[in-house]
């Protein structure tokens, strides 16, 4: 079992930044992926970035982040970053983080990140 929480949402200005953090606990967490995703009103939840959590070198990005976003865990602290940068008012979204960990995928509630232009 994983509970995942979500923290560092809220209003920023275009252009500013914003780190999201992905809490992990349970009694075992060893995910073999994290990933964050997003869904603004209206649209389709979509991946924004993904990283193996034993070579977190390996890592993905939608194109329309790339550059601006890194992806990030710390297996100390068992928590996944996502570091926001040079934000648009098109990444307004809930942001939910996910572990892959043993055949299941565990979501977090997501939390608000709001860009005003």
């Known amino acids: 079992q994983v509970q995942l929480v979500e923290s560092g949402g809220g209003l920023v200005e275009a252009g500013g930044s914003l780190r999201l953090s992905c809490a992990a606990s349970?009694?075992?967490?060893?995910?073999?992926?994290m990933a964050w995703f997003r869904q603004a009103p209206g649209k389709e939840r979509e991946l924004v970035a993904g990283?193996?959590?034993?070579?977190?070198?390996?890592?993905y990005y939608a194109d329309s982040v790339k550059g601006r976003f890194t992806i990030s865990r710390d297996d100390t602290k068992n928590t996944l970053y996502l570091q926001m940068n040079s934000l648009k008012p098109e990444d307004t979204a809930v942001y939910y983080c996910?572990?892959?960990?043993?055949?299941?995928?565990?979501w977090g509630q997501g939390t608000q990140v709001t860009v005003s232009s």
């Open positions: 996910k572990a892959d960990q043993w055949g299941r995928s565990y």
């Open positions: 349970g009694r075992t967490f060893s995910p073999y992926a």
């Open positions: 990283i193996n959590w034993s070579d977190p070198a390996m890592t």
